[in-house]
């Protein structure tokens, strides 16, 4: 029998709450996190507005924060979720007997941001008569550019920051499958701890892109919204008006426990993870197959994993990022993976109020699935004014829905055709 794998702890920082029950409260009253973007200069962007996390101060989260001064947004956001989990888990006691190369850290995580203001002073001090000299620019850029930025680039970064924060000294990985890559590590964290390799391992996702280079490239993409005049209308997943995504930032963090490790110590659970499917489609970078083969299989998967049929699905946390493409295919995907019942199933996307945190986005989804058991409360897809004729779901439109759940589905589809899916579930001894 392989071991069975539950929650024990959650934290996360997203664009609507700097932690967990602040980010739940916010998705119940269908508060949107849309504003125009401060963290630089985007007058001049077609995209001028994001999903952005303000005032963030990492001392509320860790007393010793003044030792980790130079921390790029992607490594604080980390550290503040992941602290959050361990101590929601219990496990933050220094005096707690446990065997630490029993404990893993796998992060989805993405590039850190660019050190912009002095890449561009070194490229500068490169350029003569309007022609960069690149032998120059190499010599100048080892004066000008600070190490410690250079180091945050590195997606591995924030796990690190989080093993040495958690003592972790077991498993360590760091994916990068873009909008996929914290549910893909969720899902290989779960398999690590059923063989066996680890009891409990600090898994989910951290990402922030919104920087001159990431906005950027998103833009050339044409995937993001250009709705500037009304940002917290401008996410509107399966919306005819909807015109491309949001970008958000954030991170989310589980703490994965085998079941008897988490029942010896007497800890809290929030839910079982019983299911994990993962596919490529094989097709496009930056769009799904349009028969939604690999989304179809990755459901499929991921329920034959869980041993769940479609009728006992109760909800569905969507990718649904509020492009044309994605929204489409995830609702055909949906149909034809789960059949009659899927007409019959609430679905919502979170990403309607929070923006799209890419590489974080599938950890904080799964977190909420988790809350959507606890409390029986299924948070809405806010400005779903008019569904396309090809989205043809029941995304629970504008206001919370009240139910019981336990088993939810949470999708994560990622650019380059990765497909994640997970199955979480009321836990029952």
Request: glycine share 10%; proline share 4%; charged share 20%.
């Amino acid at each position: 029998m392989r071991r069975r794998v539950v929650v024990t702890g959650v934290g996360m920082v997203t664009p609507i709450g700097k932690d967990v029950e602040q980010t739940w409260k916010a998705l119940q009253e269908g508060r949107s996190g849309v504003g125009p973007i401060t963290l630089f200069e985007a007058d001049t962007f077609p995209t001028r507005i994001a999903a952005e996390i303000h005032d963030f101060d990492l001392s509320q989260y860790l007393d010793n924060a003044s030792e980790w001064p130079a921390l790029s947004r992607n490594s604080i956001f980390a550290v503040a979720a992941g602290q959050m989990a361990m101590n929601d888990a219990g496990l933050s006691n220094s005096d707690l007997e446990m065997d630490r190369s029993r404990i893993g850290v796998y992060l989805g995580a993405g590039e850190g941001q660019q050190d912009f203001p002095h890449f561009c002073a070194s490229v500068h001090s490169g350029t003569i008569d309007g022609q960069v000299h690149k032998d120059t620019f190499i010599h100048n850029g080892v004066d000008i550019l600070e190490p410690w930025a250079e180091s945050e680039q590195d997606p591995g970064t924030p796990t690190a920051h989080v093993a040495a924060m958690a003592n972790a000294k077991g498993p360590n990985y760091t994916c990068l499958t873009a909008c996929a890559a914290s549910s893909q590590a969720i899902g290989e964290a779960l398999e690590q701890i059923r063989r066996g390799d680890a009891d409990v391992i600090l898994s989910g996702g951290t990402h922030s892109m919104i920087h001159p280079f990431g906005v950027t490239g998103f833009i050339l993409l044409t995937a993001l919204s250009t709705s500037n005049g009304e940002p917290h209308k401008a996410s509107r997943p399966f919306d005819k008006d909807r015109n491309g995504f949001i970008l958000g930032e954030g991170a989310g963090v589980v703490v994965l426990e085998e079941l008897e490790h988490a029942k010896r110590r007497g800890a809290r659970i929030y839910g079982e993870l019983i299911g994990y499917g993962s596919t490529a489609d094989a097709f496009r970078i930056t769009d799904s197959h349009d028969e939604g083969r690999g989304a179809i299989a990755c459901l499929k998967e991921a329920m034959a994993d869980a041993g769940v049929k479609p009728e006992d699905i109760d909800y569905i946390n969507a990718h649904g990022t509020s492009t044309e493409v994605n929204d489409k295919i995830e609702t055909l995907a949906i149909k034809k993976a789960l059949g009659e019942a899927a007409y019959k199933i609430p679905v919502s996307s979170t990403k309607s109020m929070m923006g799209h945190l890419i590489a974080a986005a599938g950890a904080v989804e799964a977190i909420i699935c988790l809350l959507a058991i606890r409390d029986g409360i299924m948070p809405p897809t806010i400005n779903l004014d008019c569904p396309s004729e090809d989205c043809d779901l029941d995304y629970i439109p504008h206001v919370p829905r009240h139910g019981q759940v336990d088993v939810a589905l949470s999708n994560s589809f990622g650019f380059g055709g990765q497909n994640v899916s997970l199955i979480l579930r009321r836990y029952v001894d």
